[in-house]
Protein backbone atom coordinates (compact mmCIF):
# COMPACT_ATOMS: atom_id res chain seq x y z
CA UNK A 1 0.00 0.00 0.00
CA UNK A 2 2.20 3.06 -1.07
CA UNK A 3 1.00 6.22 -1.29
CA UNK A 4 -0.34 7.19 -4.88
CA UNK A 5 -0.68 10.54 -6.57
CA UNK A 6 -2.26 12.04 -9.33
CA UNK A 7 0.47 12.85 -11.95
CA UNK A 8 0.76 13.68 -15.73
CA UNK A 9 3.06 11.89 -18.39
CA UNK A 10 4.58 14.30 -21.41
CA UNK A 11 4.05 11.67 -23.63
CA UNK A 12 7.09 13.13 -25.65
CA UNK A 13 9.82 13.45 -23.63
CA UNK A 14 8.24 10.98 -20.92
CA UNK A 15 8.48 13.67 -18.18
CA UNK A 16 6.21 12.87 -15.07
CA UNK A 17 5.10 16.00 -13.58
CA UNK A 18 2.67 15.47 -10.18
CA UNK A 19 -0.79 17.48 -10.36
CA UNK A 20 -1.74 17.49 -6.88
CA UNK A 21 1.89 17.53 -4.26
CA UNK A 22 -0.07 15.34 -2.05
CA UNK A 23 -1.20 11.75 -1.74
CA UNK A 24 -4.64 10.09 -2.82
CA UNK A 25 -6.94 9.19 0.04
CA UNK A 26 -7.39 5.65 -1.31
CA UNK A 27 -3.89 4.58 -0.15
CA UNK A 28 -5.16 6.16 3.15
CA UNK A 29 -8.23 4.25 4.04
CA UNK A 30 -10.69 6.31 1.88
CA UNK A 31 -12.79 4.04 -0.45
CA UNK A 32 -13.71 6.07 -3.33
CA UNK A 33 -11.85 5.73 -6.02
CA UNK A 34 -10.09 8.13 -8.11
CA UNK A 35 -11.30 9.70 -11.21
CA UNK A 36 -10.19 12.43 -13.77
CA UNK A 37 -12.39 14.35 -15.77
CA UNK A 38 -11.47 16.69 -18.10
CA UNK A 39 -13.48 20.07 -18.65
CA UNK A 40 -15.05 20.59 -22.60
CA UNK A 41 -12.04 23.29 -22.79
CA UNK A 42 -9.43 21.35 -21.69
CA UNK A 43 -8.09 23.86 -19.12
CA UNK A 44 -9.30 22.71 -16.01
CA UNK A 45 -8.67 19.05 -14.56
CA UNK A 46 -11.80 17.71 -11.91
CA UNK A 47 -9.85 14.68 -9.63
CA UNK A 48 -11.97 13.05 -7.41
CA UNK A 49 -10.52 11.47 -3.44
CA UNK A 50 -7.29 13.62 -3.21
CA UNK A 51 -5.48 15.57 -0.52
CA UNK A 52 -4.52 19.04 -0.89
CA UNK A 53 -0.68 20.17 0.45
CA UNK A 54 -1.01 21.84 3.79
CA UNK A 55 2.26 24.11 3.05
CA UNK A 56 1.26 27.62 2.67
CA UNK A 57 -2.55 27.92 4.14
CA UNK A 58 -3.91 29.38 6.83
CA UNK A 59 -5.00 27.00 10.29
CA UNK A 60 -8.69 27.28 8.57
CA UNK A 61 -7.59 26.08 5.66
CA UNK A 62 -5.31 23.55 6.71
CA UNK A 63 -7.40 22.08 9.29
CA UNK A 64 -10.17 21.14 6.02
CA UNK A 65 -6.87 19.77 4.00
CA UNK A 66 -6.60 17.09 6.89
CA UNK A 67 -9.43 15.51 5.31
CA UNK A 68 -9.41 14.86 2.07
CA UNK A 69 -10.90 16.70 -1.06
CA UNK A 70 -13.91 14.67 -2.33
CA UNK A 71 -13.34 16.49 -6.02
CA UNK A 72 -11.10 19.37 -6.77
CA UNK A 73 -10.86 21.23 -9.92
CA UNK A 74 -6.82 21.68 -11.25
CA UNK A 75 -6.34 25.56 -13.67
CA UNK A 76 -3.65 23.35 -16.03
CA UNK A 77 -2.60 26.75 -16.96
CA UNK A 78 -1.78 28.28 -13.55
CA UNK A 79 -2.00 25.10 -11.89
CA UNK A 80 -4.36 26.72 -9.00
CA UNK A 81 -6.35 24.01 -7.14
CA UNK A 82 -9.95 24.65 -5.63
CA UNK A 83 -11.34 21.65 -3.63
CA UNK A 84 -15.29 21.59 -4.01
CA UNK A 85 -16.06 19.90 -0.96
CA UNK A 86 -14.29 17.92 1.52
CA UNK A 87 -15.20 14.30 2.93
CA UNK A 88 -16.92 14.68 5.85
CA UNK A 89 -17.93 11.68 8.47
CA UNK A 90 -21.40 11.30 6.83
CA UNK A 91 -20.44 11.41 3.30
CA UNK A 92 -21.30 8.58 1.09
CA UNK A 93 -19.31 7.03 -1.21
CA UNK A 94 -18.50 9.10 -4.56
CA UNK A 95 -20.29 6.86 -7.88
CA UNK A 96 -19.90 9.93 -10.24
CA UNK A 97 -18.21 13.30 -10.91
CA UNK A 98 -18.58 15.50 -13.74
CA UNK A 99 -18.13 19.24 -15.12
CA UNK A 100 -21.48 21.10 -15.66
CA UNK A 101 -22.54 23.31 -18.53
CA UNK A 102 -19.24 25.13 -18.16
CA UNK A 103 -15.99 24.21 -15.84
CA UNK A 104 -17.19 26.33 -13.27
CA UNK A 105 -19.69 24.07 -12.80
CA UNK A 106 -19.63 20.51 -11.31
CA UNK A 107 -21.65 17.83 -10.61
CA UNK A 108 -21.28 14.86 -7.83
CA UNK A 109 -23.42 11.64 -7.44
CA UNK A 110 -23.02 10.19 -4.29
CA UNK A 111 -24.47 6.24 -3.42
CA UNK A 112 -28.02 5.76 -1.97
CA UNK A 113 -27.97 10.04 -2.19
CA UNK A 114 -29.87 11.18 -4.59
CA UNK A 115 -30.12 13.92 -6.65
CA UNK A 116 -26.98 14.71 -7.95
CA UNK A 117 -25.05 17.47 -5.87
CA UNK A 118 -24.50 20.69 -7.94
CA UNK A 119 -22.35 22.68 -7.21
CA UNK A 120 -21.09 26.39 -8.73
CA UNK A 121 -17.68 27.89 -8.53
CA UNK A 122 -18.20 32.16 -7.64
CA UNK A 123 -16.07 34.36 -5.54
CA UNK A 124 -12.85 32.22 -5.65
CA UNK A 125 -14.65 29.25 -3.85
CA UNK A 126 -17.72 26.57 -4.72
CA UNK A 127 -20.58 26.70 -3.60
CA UNK A 128 -23.47 23.76 -3.39
CA UNK A 129 -26.66 24.89 -5.26
CA UNK A 130 -29.95 23.89 -4.93
CA UNK A 131 -32.80 23.35 -7.10
CA UNK A 132 -33.77 27.23 -7.60
CA UNK A 133 -30.73 28.71 -8.13
CA UNK A 134 -29.85 25.81 -10.63
CA UNK A 135 -33.23 27.48 -12.18
CA UNK A 136 -32.26 30.96 -11.75
CA UNK A 137 -28.43 30.67 -13.26
CA UNK A 138 -30.47 28.89 -16.46
CA UNK A 139 -32.76 31.60 -16.82
CA UNK A 140 -29.42 34.26 -16.19
CA UNK A 141 -27.70 32.20 -18.56
CA UNK A 142 -30.58 32.26 -21.52
CA UNK A 143 -31.32 36.05 -20.82
CA UNK A 144 -27.30 36.41 -21.59
CA UNK A 145 -27.31 34.31 -24.59
CA UNK A 146 -30.92 35.06 -25.97
CA UNK A 147 -31.59 38.72 -25.33
CA UNK A 148 -35.05 39.57 -26.19
CA UNK A 149 -34.68 41.32 -29.67
CA UNK A 150 -36.01 44.85 -29.46
CA UNK A 151 -36.49 46.68 -32.77
CA UNK A 152 -37.23 50.36 -33.18
CA UNK A 153 -38.44 51.46 -36.23
CA UNK A 154 -38.31 54.87 -38.15
CA UNK A 155 -38.64 56.53 -41.43
CA UNK A 156 -35.55 58.44 -42.55
CA UNK A 157 -35.06 60.59 -45.40
CA UNK A 158 -33.29 63.50 -46.77
CA UNK A 159 -32.74 65.95 -49.37
CA UNK A 160 -31.50 63.67 -51.73
CA UNK A 161 -32.96 60.33 -50.50
CA UNK A 162 -37.26 59.70 -50.75
CA UNK A 163 -38.73 58.52 -47.24
CA UNK A 164 -38.12 54.70 -46.24
CA UNK A 165 -38.64 52.65 -43.81
CA UNK A 166 -35.58 51.49 -41.44
CA UNK A 167 -35.19 49.30 -38.25
CA UNK A 168 -32.57 48.96 -35.58
CA UNK A 169 -32.20 46.10 -33.14
CA UNK A 170 -31.32 48.05 -29.75
CA UNK A 171 -28.94 44.95 -28.61
CA UNK A 172 -27.17 45.01 -31.44
CA UNK A 173 -27.09 48.81 -32.71
CA UNK A 174 -27.44 47.48 -36.19
CA UNK A 175 -29.77 49.38 -39.07
CA UNK A 176 -31.11 48.31 -42.16
CA UNK A 177 -33.45 49.68 -44.74
CA UNK A 178 -36.61 48.36 -46.41
CA UNK A 179 -34.34 49.67 -49.46
CA UNK A 180 -37.58 50.53 -51.34
CA UNK A 181 -38.94 54.05 -50.63
CA UNK A 182 -42.71 54.89 -49.08
CA UNK A 183 -44.09 56.23 -52.12
CA UNK A 184 -43.76 52.83 -54.20
CA UNK A 185 -45.23 51.20 -51.25
CA UNK A 186 -48.86 50.02 -52.37
CA UNK A 187 -51.51 49.02 -50.01
Known sequence: MRPTVYASVDLTSGRVTQIVSAP??????????GM???????????????????????????SKRLRPCIAVVVDRISNATSCVAFFQATTADLRGASFGDTSDD?????????????????GGSWHPLDL???????????ALLNPPQVLTVQIKQD??????????????????????PLRNWQN
Open 24 to 33: HAWTLGYDAD
Open 36 to 62: AIWSSDGRKLLLTNTFLPLDGVDEVER
Open 106 to 122: VILRFEGVPPEQRYHFR
Open 159 to 180: LNTPPALWATDQNTKQSKGSGI
Open 132 to 142: AQIDQLVEDKD
